[in-house]
């Protein structure tokens, strides 16, 4: 049993380049989250999947974009990379929105040059 | 926006003493209470949670208490021990946001 399961975990990219941080999850979790997390700042969200064909802006949706491709995955595109998007990315899962715990990814360690 | 206050920022103890955290929540309709665990360069980890319907809730060393009058919950950690060094978060689950973290570093 997987869990939730980030690719990659590491990645350098120029300032401008575009690129889609994959996320997939094997709960059946109805729900799914993008968080960005940076030193001092705690967790950030970014965009979040209430439910399969929805996605909603969360505190820092700038620059970003979403796709829940179907039940099991989410992924979250930079479509031209900036240094303030520096961070590292967390996927997480829960069995709805609200009142459950997460199940998050391993991370992804994003550095724009 | 931050819609959980989170304190200490950081909290240093000798191993064996209790460790308290505390956050303050605003939204009154907040019904489930979420505590997460991060090690060092690794993800976030749920270790305890509790609901709106009962004031605590204990597994092994660590309890988590909710006042929901005063919309305060706490998370203890009693006999600490070196492994229980790491980052811990409350959450808020109907902003989906979290705390800024208390760094916790037990002292041999």
């Known amino acids: 049993n997987a869990g939730v399961t980030q690719t990659p975990k590491f990645q350098v990219l120029k300032t401008g380049q575009s690129m889609t941080l994959q996320c997939a999850q094997d709960m059946n979790h109805n729900s799914m989250y993008w968080y960005r997390q940076d030193p001092g700042m705690g967790l950030r969200l970014i965009y979040y999947?209430?439910?399969?064909?929805?996605?909603d802006k969360g505190e820092v949706p700038n620059g970003y974009n979403v796709s829940r491709l179907n039940k099991r995955e989410f992924s979250l595109r930079l479509e031209s990379a900036a240094p303030s998007q520096t961070s590292v990315y967390f996927c997480a899962s829960s069995e709805r929105e609200g009142s459950y715990g997460y199940t998050f990814g391993s991370g992804t360690r994003l550095t724009v040059v | 926006g931050e819609n959980v206050e989170q304190h200490p920022s950081t909290l240093s103890v000798q191993e064996g003493d209790s460790a308290v955290i505390k956050c303050t929540y605003s939204d009154s309709a907040s019904n489930y209470f979420p505590w997460y665990k991060q090690e060092l360069g690794k993800r976030p980890q749920l270790i305890i949670d509790i609901r709106s319907n009962v004031g605590e809730k204990k597994d092994q060393r660590i309890a988590v208490t909710l006042n929901k009058t005063a919309k305060h919950f706490s998370l203890h950690i009693t006999e600490t021990q070196p492994e229980d060094s790491a980052v811990y978060f409350c959450g808020q689950t109907m902003e989906l946001s979290f705390g800024a973290g208390t760094t916790v570093t037990v002292r041999a």
């Open positions: 999947s209430a439910s399969e064909g929805t996605t």
